[in-house]
């Protein structure tokens, strides 16, 4: 039996930073007590107890919310009955003081609203019709609708605009039905909810649609203006098979005769989206709204009309196309010697896919020669960056991705859903794209480093120490000597990935580290990217599909312009102020968190869709979280995570069990059995509920060995 590892928590050096303080909010399970408060509700704060801060409201299903303010490293909480009216997500005006517990304080007003929609199921009260929200944040407010529904609305999932929100002392708001999503539990009502319920709109408005009918089929001569011409350059695409849009194309030359020592020159071609994209029109506001493009099992919910990202935009084969080019010339070492970036128009001279280029660098020689040669030299180029890349300690996380398979005559049968950890040929294949947009990127930001530009640069803080010592305490219990404060380098956690490279339990460490390190965001003050270690970083290789790329294009074109270089045609856009920048950064950061988090609900909800077939079967799988409400499984096939309810354990086990206040094991307090990360359990499935997007296991026996 193992043995939970006695480390004890280290003290925390002060000022250093605790995710328990953190802007997430995170707080101890008992929540302070309402401050006293006047006749009025509200409390009175005196100026040396605290003070007034515009923050993010994020409310709990119970009542309360924690503030994040938008300036300064710390956490509001705010009582229930003290939200103003206020709802999830918006900007707020928060009073605060300094309470026994921390930073107490309520929603003085409300600035921006977050939330314009709510879903729910329609229901009939008398002669009136309301909505029953589904988010669990929305439960206490009675939504009355506005104006006539037909009744064969009622009881399906709807999509309503509101009209009136909450004030402060009364939950009721008014709403008007948009539409109709369908019948509860059904797949496409329960995708669309979760499209609304994440800020994700599949459908552009008319003005956007009227302004893509006047985007240009071809390339016309203004075009070319002001461009490099590197239409003679080999260029080519390299994506999925079922990729629509091609946002960039690679090309290398060889400097010289010798491939191993003589210097390389590589060129990443970037779809010039600003070129067609304006600042003040319509399909900027609603790109710089959307900010992000949303992938779904069964479809894609672009961040541009399909003319854009799919037509003029694309660098599709056999056409001339406008780019912007980064050329970078790369030593036999694999250091950078020289980039320079510009505005070119290019001629991609093929499409292949990751899987034909996988079976080419495997041998299959069934590609045509030249073809062939310069991918052999793509993936000559791509190792020596990627070996300069490991050597200052870059970051690389192996963790298997979940693939659902749907039937090609209807997307909403699910064929099987499979760990789509790629072979060693296919990884090689990504890999090589991945190097140069990664290098494309670094060049980028070091010119906008050096030269003070007003970019959003991708930044990733480095890990927090308590969630360091954290995951130190379940390696230890996994079995692997772990130093925290060894972790707080690149380099360091290179040299720990190294070390478990041949662990039984590396996937779950490697999981487990991943939840250890913070989350890249975007920013103007650029802090580096410590996953890459790289001191700066940019994205600029993708904005068919991401706002940040589109802006740092249009800062770039503007410094080429002024110095003379090739730009493109004019006018080209004055540099953003960096106020709002930072504004564009915070909400692309935001979006991203959206987008994602739509992503992950969807296949948890086709997950769940997929096991209402499988209830009753026994299938093993590995333990991968502990809460104080249960064990998160994830099984082996269907690759499908599913929880054991703290209850279900116990009566099943017909004993009490605890969990350590770490969340890496749980002990049976009769039989001392301990449950923890990375062991094998055999479950039965359930239930599978697709409203709650979740999968119920029941614990059958633990797998030895």
């Not at 605790?18 to 909010?25: P, T």
């Not at 009136?164 to 039905?177: H, I, K, Q």
């Not at 692309?588 to 769940?608: C, P, V």
């Not at 002990?667 to 990360?677: D, N, R, V």
Request: hydrophobic share 40%; aromatic share 6%; glycine share 6%.
């Amino acid at each position: 039996m193992r043995v939970p590892p006695s480390r004890a928590m280290p003290k925390r050096k002060k000022g250093a930073r605790s995710s328990a303080s953190s802007k997430r909010g995170r707080r101890t399970r008992s929540t302070p007590d309402p401050a006293p408060a006047p006749r009025d509700g509200r409390p009175r704060y005196r100026a040396a107890e605290g003070g007034v801060v515009r923050a993010t409201l994020s409310v709990h299903p119970a009542g309360y919310a924690f503030a994040n303010p938008e300036e300064g490293d710390f956490v509001v909480f705010v009582p229930p009955g003290h939200l103003g009216g206020a709802l999830d997500g918006d900007t707020v005006l928060v009073s605060w003081r300094t309470a026994a517990r921390g930073r107490e304080g309520y929603v003085r007003s409300v600035l921006v609203r977050a939330r314009t929609r709510v879903t729910g199921v329609l229901v009939r009260r008398g002669h009136d019709w309301f909505i029953e929200p589904d988010d669990p944040r929305m439960t206490r407010y009675e939504v009355r609708v506005l104006g006539r529904v037909p009744k064969s609305y009622g009881g399906n999932l709807v999509v309503a605009t509101i009209v009136d929100y909450p004030l402060p002392g009364n939950d009721a708001m008014t709403v008007e039905v948009d539409r109709l999503l369908g019948r509860p539990g059904s797949i496409e009502a329960e995708e669309a909810k979760i499209l609304v319920e994440h800020g994700v709109d599949d459908e552009f408005p008319p003005e956007v649609l009227a302004e893509a009918e006047h985007v240009p089929e071809q390339l016309r001569p203004s075009d070319r203006v002001g461009r490099a011409d590197l239409t003679d350059l080999p260029f080519m695409t390299i994506d999925p098979l079922d990729a629509r849009d091609f946002d960039d194309a690679v090309c290398v030359e060889l400097l010289g005769k010798d491939p191993k020592r003589a210097r390389m020159r590589i060129h990443v071609a970037v779809a010039d989206v600003s070129h067609y994209v304006r600042p003040g029109t319509a399909i900027d506001a609603e790109a710089r709204r959307r900010s992000f493009s949303t992938y779904l099992p069964d479809r894609a919910v672009p961040m541009l009309p399909e003319v854009l990202s799919s037509g003029i935009c694309s660098l599709v084969p056999r056409r001339d196309r406008c780019a912007m080019v980064v050329s970078m010339e790369v030593d036999a070492r694999g250091r950078v010697r020289q980039s320079q970036v510009r505005a070119a128009v290019i001629h991609s001279r093929k499409r292949l896919t990751y899987d034909q280029v996988a079976a080419e660098l495997s041998g299959s020689r069934k590609l045509a020669k030249p073809v062939r040669e310069r991918l052999f030299l793509l993936r000559a180029a791509a190792d020596r960056l990627r070996r300069v890349r490991l050597a200052r300690g870059a970051i690389e996380l192996n963790l298997p991705e979940a693939r659902i398979l749907l039937d090609e005559d209807d997307p909403h049968r699910i064929r099987r859903i499979y760990s789509a950890r790629a072979s060693r040929e296919l990884a090689r294949a990504y890999n090589l794209i991945e190097e140069f947009m990664l290098a494309a990127n670094e060049a980028v930001g070091r010119l906008a480093a050096e030269h003070d530009l007003p970019v959003i640069y991708r930044v990733h803080d480095k890990p927090d120490e308590e969630r360091l010592a954290r995951f130190a305490a379940a390696a230890e219990f996994l079995g692997v000597s772990c130093d925290p404060e060894r972790l707080t380098t690149p380099k360091g956690i290179r040299r720990f990935l190294d070390a478990i490279a041949d662990h039984d339990k590396r996937e779950v460490l490697h999981g487990l580290l991943l939840r250890a390190m913070a989350q890249a965001e975007y920013d103007v003050v650029n802090i580096g990217h410590f996953a890459l270690a790289a001191p700066t970083y940019v994205h600029f290789t993708s904005p068919i599909r991401r706002y940040p790329d589109l802006v740092t294009h249009r800062v770039v074109k503007r410094y080429l312009a002024d110095r003379g270089r090739p730009a493109g045609p004019g006018p080209h856009d004055a540099f953003p102020h960096r106020k709002e920048a930072a504004r564009w950064a915070s909400h692309a950061s935001t979006r991203e968190r959206e987008s994602a988090g739509a992503e992950q609900d969807t296949k948890a909800l086709f997950a769940a869709a997929y096991m209402r077939d499988r209830i009753g079967d026994r299938i093993a799988g590995t333990i991968t979280g502990i809460v104080d409400t249960g064990i998160f499984v994830r099984l082996d096939d269907p690759f499908v995570d599913g929880m054991i309810r703290r209850q279900q354990l116990e009566a099943a086990t017909r004993e009490t069990w605890e969990a350590d206040e770490l969340g890496i094991f749980l002990t049976g307090l009769c039989s001392h059995q301990i449950l923890g990360l990375g062991d094998r359990l055999r479950v039965e499935v359930a239930d599978a509920s697709i409203a709650r997007r979740q999968i119920d296991l029941a614990f059958v026996e633990k797998i030895d060995g």
